[in-house]
């Protein structure tokens, strides 16, 4: 029996990286998946290999920024499945820059998927949820939402911002018997290319680090107390514990998974 059998999960961001696992993750325990993200081809690999391993997938295009899609991403898991319970908002992306150089255009482009995005998935998200018996929202934030990092002040703005309106919204939720839990995860350094992307010219993160193709393990070597950085697999099953009955009884809390990075 699988841990979160008969439910059915949205995931956004799910071409790559931490999205594309917890999807995987999510499917082989049960769930039955609509899987988004602003890449539609990729999201349509993901899809099928989900299916090739004996799950049901259906993919969407979608940017998280764009609140119509949102409507139409929210109509499509009731019209495929008939409900929804988790929803896993994940696609992010991170800008690294000093608060000097980085220009106010660079600083809302990264708060509009990683912030107002949030936001739009628990405001369509949660009546579908709640009309489908209750479910859990799992909103990634980060190491970054909950401790200060140079070149990263855009970065942790958003990060602390989906950590705090994680609480607000778990609290109307409970306070509104709408059966949404509502949790963060805040992974540390993992390998994703997440990293790779980036880089701005000319900031150096960690001395000695390649700015031409930053690798999370370099970052996680200098900064990470376990020394190596995470897998996707490390943060999918944080997400899997959340999205099932397991952790029934937690609400507006944080999940850290950072091999001890915030343990400093
Ligand atoms: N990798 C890490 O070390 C790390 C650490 C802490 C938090 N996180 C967070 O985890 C989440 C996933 O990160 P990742 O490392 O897997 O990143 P990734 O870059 O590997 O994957 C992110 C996915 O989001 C998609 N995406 C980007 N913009 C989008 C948009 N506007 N609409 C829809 N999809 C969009 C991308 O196409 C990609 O498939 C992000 O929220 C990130 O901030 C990552």
Known sequence: MGQVDGKVALVTGAAAGIGKAAAMTLAREGAKLLVT???GAGAERVAA???AAGGVATAMAQ????????INVIAKAKAEFGALHVLVNNAGVAVMDSVLTMSLD?????????IDGVFMGCKHGIPLITASGGGSIINLSSVAGLMGAPMMAGYCASKGAVRLMTKAVAMEC????MKVRVNSVHPGIIETEIWAKMVAEGVMPVEGANTEALQATDVATALTPVGYPGTVQNIADGILFLASDASAYMTGSELVIDGGVTAR
Do not use: L, M, P
Request: glycine share 4%.
């Open 63 to 70: 940017d998280v920024t764009d609140e119509a899609t949102w």
């Open 37 to 39: 993200d602003i890449d």
């Open 49 to 51: 290999d989900i299916r």
């Open 174 to 177: 409970a306070e509104g018997q």
């Open 106 to 114: 660079k600083f809302r482009w990264q708060n509009a998927i990683n």
